[in-house]
């Protein structure tokens, strides 16, 4: 064994045998068998080219030279377990609540902030609730949703557009097709045909309603009619050629995604690492939507 390849799992072994000098006791301690320890022990000796016991009749010994290594060893690895536990407790726990609705531009932002910020855990939880209370509420950060809201920090505005599976993307009449809504109520079409210059021979023929946004654009992904998405929900979809945009048209409805953090969190440097990450995020979108706009049919 090459003298550089410190066999460092051996030390442990090592230190709970020396401490017990019974091999029985430390394989119980350690959840390994008799055979393993001695091995471990060998590979060890072998490493140092000297014995760190002496084999008795009735247990173990630390040979002198273990008996002057033990207390060195035992030292440095206490010191080396009070390192990583350290590190352990200084990872930070974003606590995030967000709405459902926001899922899919969501997921793969939370993906690429834990890869930058390794030190990070961000614990979702998802709901169909679009505010927040931190007084009653166990979360450090949360997107909220709505109408007239100027909490937090703007993310992105909602801006609607209709999305069909490439296979009906020529349909841009949509006539026969059926009309998905994100909503019980037929709102989010309706402010985007009352905007639209010449109205659709076929608007809202045939409907088919669902309690979130994600849900609608799921089954315009698998051909099952045209939905009312916001553009930038479904900005993935589109760039892997899920989804379609027929028109270039989008209404804004006054509505907003926003990230709001709770200023008494104790955890100041994680949380200004999340939000810096996903407000970065805005940047890139701006661009991907100005281009699938300029290769969408107006």
């Known amino acids: 064994m090459s003298r550089s390849q410190l066999p460092l ?64 060893l035992m030292t440095a690895f206490h ?113 985007w045909l009352a905007k639209l210059p010449t109205p659709l021979p076929a608007a809202m023929q045939k409907n088919q309603h669902f309690d979130t946004m994600d849900l609608a654009i799921t089954a315009a992904i698998q051909g099952f009619g045209v939905a009312i998405a916001d553009e930038t929900l479904v900005q993935e979809d589109l760039l892997s050629g899920r989804l379609v945009r027929p028109y270039t048209f989008s209404v804004k409805t006054g509505a907003s995604y926003r990230l709001v953090l709770r200023e008494d969190s104790g955890k100041t440097a994680g949380l200004a690492q999340f939000r810096e990450g996903l407000l970065n995020s805005g940047e890139q979108d701006e661009a991907s939507l100005v281009e699938l706009t300029q290769n969408a049919r107006a």
């Open 9 to 72: 799992n051996a030390i442990e072994t090592f230190l709970v045998t020396a401490r017990h000098l019974n091999l029985t006791h430390a394989a119980k301690e350690l959840c390994l068998t008799q055979g393993a320890v001695s091995r471990k022990i060998a590979t060890l000796e072998a490493w140092f080219g000297f014995p760190l016991f002496e084999r008795l009749a009735r247990g173990l010994r630390l040979s002198p030279q273990g008996s002057a290594l033990y207390p060195e």
């Open 79 to 191: 010191q080396m377990v009070s390192i990583a536990e350290q590190a352990r407790q200084q990872q930070t726990v974003v606590r995030l609540k967000a709405p459902t609705c926001a899922m899919r531009w969501l997921v793969p932002r939370l993906v690429a902030i834990e890869q930058r910020f390794p030190e990070m855990q961000i614990a979702l939880t998802t709901t169909t609730e679009h505010a927040v209370n931190f007084r009653t509420e166990p979360f450090d950060a949360a997107i909220v949703f709505g109408a007239q809201s100027n909490a937090g920090e703007l993310l992105f505005e909602e801006s609607l557009t209709p999305v069909v599976s490439h296979r009906l993307a020529d349909n841009t009449t949509f006539t026969g097709m059926t009309f998905l809504h994100p909503t019980r109520d037929k709102t989010d079409w309706s402010l």
